[in-house]
C-alpha cells in the first residue's frame, strides 16, 4: 500500500526485457490538488469562512424556502410591469452594446493590420472594464442619472459591449483571409471588404454571440433593482425585506420560467443559426 501511495507522488522506472530502460511521466496532478486543499484552507481562514454556522442555521434557509412555495399569485398585477421591464432593458442593452462591438470587433482583430497602439490599448481598456460586474455599473450609472430602467439599460450595454468584442474578435482572426485579400486587390475599401468578405464568415457565430448575451443579461439584469436601476430586483428586494415570502416565491417562479424559457428559444435559434 505505501509503495501505491508512493507512486502517486514518484513516476516509476521499468526495465524492458531489452534492457532499455523507461520512466513513467511525472504525474503534477497530486501535487497541484494538495495546492488547491492548502490554498482553500488558506483562504477559509483569512476569510474567516465558518462553514459550521452554515450547516446549523441551514434549517433557517429550508424554512423561508418553504414559506415561498406556493407562491403568492394575488401578487401577479403588482409584479408584471417590473418583470417586463426586466427583459426590456435586457434587450435594449443587449442591442447597443452588440451594435456598437460588432464593428469595433474587426478593428480590434490582429489580422487586419491596423493601429498597434489603438489595437493594444483598446484591448487593455477592455481587460480593465470585463473586470467590473454590471452591478457596479448600475450602481455608478444611477448615482449620475438617477434610479431607473435607463440606469439598468446603460449598464447592460457597457457591459455586453465589452464581452462581446472579445469574443468576435477571437472569432474574426480565425477566418480565411483570402477572399477579403482577393476583393482588397479590386480596390474595394476596407469597410466593403470587411461587410463582404470577412462578416459572411462569423455571421453565425455573432448570432450565438447576441443570444448568448441576451440570456446572461436576463439573469444579471434581475439583480440590478438592488441598486436602484429598475426591474424585478426592486421588488425582491422589497418584498424580502417586508418578509412576503409568498410574493417573493411568485417572483422567482416567474423569474425561472421566463429565463428557461428564454434559454430555450435560445438554444434552439443558435443550433440552427450554426447548421445555417
Not at 452594446?97 to 489580422?111: D, K, R, T
Amino acid at each position: 500500500m505505501l509503495d501505491d501511495l508512493l507512486h502517486i507522488f514518484y513516476p516509476r522506472t521499468y526495465t524492458l526485457s531489452n534492457g532499455k530502460v523507461v520512466k513513467e511521466k511525472f504525474n503534477w496532478a497530486p501535487y497541484i490538488t494538495i495546492a488547491v486543499i492548502v490554498f482553500t484552507v488558506l483562504c477559509m481562514r483569512i476569510t474567516k469562512t465558518d462553514m459550521k454556522i452554515f450547516f446549523d442555521r441551514f434549517g433557517e434557509f429550508t424554512a423561508m424556502l418553504k414559506a415561498m412555495f406556493p407562491p403568492s399569485w394575488s401578487f401577479w398585477d403588482n409584479m408584471k410591469k417590473p418583470m417586463l421591464d426586466t427583459i426590456v432593458m435586457s434587450f435594449l442593452g443587449t442591442f447597443f452594446g452588440i451594435v456598437i462591438a460588432l464593428p469595433v470587433s474587426f478593428y480590434l482583430s490582429a489580422n487586419f493590420k491596423l493601429n498597434k497602439t489603438y489595437l493594444a490599448g483598446h484591448r487593455g481598456l477592455l481587460s480593465i472594464l470585463r473586470t467590473l460586474p454590471t452591478l457596479v455599473y448600475a450602481r455608478l450609472i444611477s448615482i449620475v442619472i438617477g434610479t431607473g430602467t435607463l440606469a439598468g439599460t446603460i449598464s447592460i450595454a457597457i457591459f455586453t459591449y465589452t464581452i462581446a468584442v472579445k469574443m468576435l474578435y477571437e472569432q474574426i482572426e480565425t477566418i480565411d483571409m483570402g477572399p477579403y485579400e482577393a476583393l482588397e486587390s479590386t480596390g474595394a475599401t476596407r469597410v466593403k471588404c470587411m461587410i463582404k468578405a470577412a462578416y459572411p464568415q462569423v455571421r453565425g457565430y455573432f448570432w450565438s454571440t447576441v443570444l448568448y448575451c441576451f440570456e446572461t443579461n436576463v439573469r444579471s439584469a434581475a439583480i440590478l433593482g438592488y441598486v436602484g436601476a429598475g426591474g424585478i430586483g426592486v421588488q425582491i428586494n422589497e418584498q424580502l425585506k417586508w418578509r412576503a415570502y409568498g410574493n417573493t416565491g411568485l417572483m422567482v417562479f416567474v423569474l425561472v420560467i421566463t429565463v428557461v424559457v428564454i434559454e430555450t428559444i435560445s438554444r434552439e435559434l443558435r443550433k440552427k443559426i450554426m447548421q445555417g
